[in-house]
């Protein structure tokens, strides 16, 4: 048996792959020279490791270069169709369900709308196993070729897993949403009831921010903050390159954080919250011409149009981003980003309109120092950021771990390893709540 906290032979394979992974997704197609200068691997490791992962299916040829005198050199990446990875973004409105291949190319996708339910958990349940269910199907794929699914839901996500507990077995992940009156619910026991599929679930901002940092406005910077406006408000703080999560998982709650003492009730119970004064619910709450019986989308889209005849509406804008400035000021101020990247379908909506505002209020409000190394711009990957970045959860771990694959639980637990007839799904939702 190996030593405690000393490496094998076995890590030191599995961190040569993940090694070589990694760098193959974020920076490929690259020659196995290339990936020997960037890796620092010999010329040995990296034949013996791209040997085997071409042997497995996760790295394929990528056509070929001309070399300085020699032959062509091979290009190599990681294949998109080794497997594929479900994102889920459980919204204010709606569940979105995509499952793309390993290059994050959507192959389906489903729309499934709350409606009347809203977020009652069982009905959220449904929903995205229903959606999990239809995009699978749509794509023509076995679920075994799926790696895992990533889950962005509103809230503070809690892990409290057993120290034997497999990854991605969804046991111990409990989401505290205070904003759609989840007090403590057991969401990865709810899932596991009705699907064998690894689960990984974080907060929908979390999730937006390492989209935007793998693929978008954040990347290439280690100190960043990636907001996201929607129905709420919330952030993902990212700090030496990593995601700050906080004691409890609750870091990033920037929408609860109070502007003004005494001020508007916001959705969580307290007075004063940025997200009572910039997120959508709150501002078109707030406008007397918010059209009925439409979606958010399009009623903060008519308040866009609307101001610039409508001085109640143009009132309203103006104040949402002198609030929203000064919440970014704190930003600056409290970690000292290099970006602060605005996203979310609200904040890409408001920010044509009101950034060069916002702008100008967070220089007025923050240091001076810190706020001349921070630039403020938008998101780059559009509307669905979160449900990428849910994908992203999965596909984190199947390249932190060399391509190594989730083991996969039963859906059904005891019942079905024992033979016993199937137990309904809700049956089974049921049960787990007890």
């Known amino acids: 048996m190996a030593e405690r906290g000393k490496r094998t032979v076995r890590d ?30 010999s010329a040995g490791s990296i034949s013996n490791v791209v040997g085997e992962l071409i042997a497995d299916g996760m790295v394929e040829e990528a056509g070929a270069v001309e070399s300085d005198g020699g032959r062509p050199r091979m290009l190599l990446q990681v294949a998109p169709g080794y497997g594929y990875v479900v994102g889920v973004d459980v919204g204010e409105t709606r569940v979105r369900v995509e499952l ?128 996201l406006i929607g129905s709420g408000v919330g952030a993902c703080v990212v700090t030496d390159g990593k995601p700050y999560h906080g004691a409890s998982s609750s870091a990033g709650e920037w929408g609860h954080t109070t502007l003004r003492v005494g001020g508007r009730t916001c959705r969580c119970g307290s007075r004063g919250c940025l997200e009572a004064y910039v997120g959508a619910e709150a501002l078109l709450g707030r406008w007397p011409g918010s059209p009925e019986g439409v979606s958010e989308e399009t009623a903060l889209a008519a308040l866009l149009a609307a101001a610039d005849t409508d001085p109640e509406a143009e009132a309203l804008l103006a104040e949402a981003a002198e609030y929203l400035g000064a919440g970014i000021a704190d930003l600056i101020n409290l970690f000292n980003p290099h970006r602060i990247v605005i996203g979310g379908w609200a904040g890409l909506m408001l920010g044509p309109r009101v950034l060069p505002t916002v702008r100008e209020v967070a220089a007025a409000y923050a240091l001076r120092h810190p706020c001349a190394q921070t630039s403020i711009e938008l998101g780059r990957l559009g509307t669905d950021a979160v449900t990428v970045g849910a994908a992203t959860l999965p596909l984190a771990r199947f390249l932190d771990t060399g391509g190594e694959r989730t083991v996969r639980l039963p859906a059904q637990g005891d019942a079905d390893r024992a033979g016993e007839p199937p137990v309904p799904v809700r049956n089974r939702i049921a049960r787990a709540v007890r």
Request: proline share 4%.
């Open 12 to 41: 030191l394979r599995r961190g040569n792959r993940a090694s070589l992974l990694r760098h193959l997704y974020f920076e490929g197609p690259l020659s196995r020279q290339e990936l020997g200068r960037d890796t620092g691997l």
């Open 100 to 227: 793309f291949d390993l290059a994050l190319t959507e192959r389906a996708s489903a729309d499934l709308p709350l409606s009347d339910s809203g977020h009652d958990v069982d009905h959220v349940v449904r929903l995205v196993l229903d959606g999990i269910e239809t995009v699978v199907r749509e794509a023509g794929i076995d679920d075994s070729e799926v790696l895992g699914v990533g889950i962005g839901v509103p809230g503070i996500v809690a892990h409290n897993r057993a120290p034997d507990a497999l990854p991605g077995d969804g046991e111990g992940i409990v989401v505290h949403g205070q904003t759609i009156g989840w007090d403590a619910v057991p969401l990865g026991r709810l899932l596991r009831a009705g699907t064998a599929l690894p689960l990984f679930v974080d907060n929908g901002a979390k999730t937006l921010g390492q989209a935007e940092m793998w693929f978008g406005a954040g990347r290439g910077s280690d100190n960043v903050v990636i907001a």
